[in-house]
């Protein structure tokens, strides 16, 4: 399985993993061949990356996901952006911070 | 402030699922002192659909009694007036969000996940604040969003479109709607708000829960909701669809008279409380599609 940048994706390949955006909305099931109007859709949506197989994409360069607790941190920080020049909401940002930070690390 | 587009929308959604007029029915009857816990049963039993799930609810290992439960009155005795207007509550609201219909099961599901965590933080803080209706705080919270689920179901392409303009500008849906589509959820849920006959301090609480500074005489109640919003964000409790963080409105602060330390608490309450309530939302998801 490989992941690829969707504007390389074509019609006919089949994901070999769910199509999530950003939101973690699960837009396409695993095992769905793409078309036209679901690539057109996936783009509508916000998905910047697709998983499909091995053999279907061996000339296209491969990319990396973006996940993991670092990358959860600075995902807090730019939800918060300018919101917490407030100290109540940078007090929240904190304690939020630590604790969803030991959820991840217990879970 | 009714737009076309507004109201065309509107009237595609009369199939949209209604709370059950029981629950309307209880909740008067649970506001009266003089009820008993036969005359709430006599109006649940009316309800064959809500008596069968109310029943397998109270027999699920949630609340784990070690006899079973065979008759609504008896749970009415086990468990209360409140937490059963509660449970019958939740319950018909999460039917609202759990219709088959459409495809985005998951968005759908995120959206219940931050509706629920909204409402365990509205009971915090209103707890805190020693508010004297936070079960209603509960149901304010639960309902503030609903607006997102009929734009979800009823008008995927604007819904795809606003929450991809949130994503690329980091703004609030509630800005992109307003930005792209000339009305918001917040309006949506005024709507539905007033075709389900639901209590002023509901009503307002959905329209003003990001302008808490308009909601008149539920400004205290739209501030609660306003901050379990932020509560439950910036926990990651679900999602409503974008990621953004709404800006804290001081003057809604300033209402609820809470202070910073009160913060830290009131987040590793809401934390634990939504991890308790999981299980039961687990139950009704069974209790539902048993």
């Not at chain 1, 491969?62 to 959860?72: H, L, R, W």
């Not at chain 2, 009714?2 to 065309?8: G, Q, S, W």
């Not at chain 2, 109006?43 to 799930?53: G, P, S």
């Not at chain 2, 959206?111 to 509205?122: F, P, Q, T």
Request: net charge negative.
């Amino acid at each position: 399985m490989r992941r690829i940048l969707l504007k390389d994706a074509s019609a006919g390949m089949s994901l070999a993993a769910d199509a999530i955006n950003a939101q973690q909305m699960l837009l396409l099931k695993k095992g769905t061949a793409l078309t036209e109007k679901s690539l057109q859709m996936l783009k509508s949506w916000g998905v910047e990356t697709v998983c499909i197989a091995q053999s279907e994409t061996e000339d296209i360069e491969t990319v990396s996901p973006a996940d993991n607790s670092a990358a959860i941190q600075e995902e807090l920080l730019s939800q918060f952006a300018d919101t917490v020049e407030n100290p109540i909401m940078a007090e929240i940002c904190r304690v939020a911070a630590d604790i969803v930070h030991e959820r991840t690390h217990s879970a | 402030m009714l737009n076309p587009k507004l109201k065309a929308m509107i009237r595609r959604i009369d199939d949209l699922p209604t709370l059950p007029r029981t629950v309307f029915r209880i909740t008067e009857m649970i506001n009266n002192p003089r009820s008993s816990a036969r005359d709430l049963a006599q109006v649940i039993t009316d309800d064959q659909v809500l008596t069968a799930r109310l029943l397998r609810l109270v027999n699920s290992s949630f609340y784990g009694f070690p006899q079973r439960i065979t008759t609504i009155t008896r749970a009415i005795v086990l468990l209360g007036f409140d937490a059963i207007r509660h449970l019958l509550l939740t319950t018909s609201v999460f039917d609202i969000f759990s219709d088959r219909k459409s495809e985005l099961q998951v968005a759908r599901e995120k959206l219940w996940d931050h509706s629920l965590g909204c409402a365990v933080a509205a009971k915090v803080i209103g707890k805190q604040i020693r508010h004297d209706k936070i079960e209603e705080l509960f149901v304010c919270a639960l309902l503030h969003d609903i607006g997102k689920i009929v734009s979800m179901v009823y008008a995927q392409e604007d819904y795809a479109a606003v929450t991809r303009l949130a994503a690329e500008k980091n703004i609030l849906l509630f800005e992109a709607e307003a930005a792209l589509l000339e009305y918001t959820h917040a309006d949506i849920g005024r709507l539905l708000a007033e075709r389900w006959n639901l209590p002023n301090m509901v009503a307002d609480v959905i329209v003003y829960h990001h302008t808490p500074d308009q909601a008149g005489p539920y400004a205290k109640e739209a501030a609660v909701v306003h901050l379990a919003d932020i509560f439950c964000r910036a926990l990651q409790l679900g999602s409503g669809g974008d990621h953004r963080m709404p800006a804290l409105d001081t003057a809604a602060w300033d209402l609820l008279q809470l202070d910073e330390t009160d913060i830290a608490p009131m987040l590793a309450e809401v934390e634990s409380g939504f991890n308790d309530i999981s299980p039961f939302t687990d139950a009704i998801v069974t209790a539902a599609t048993a």
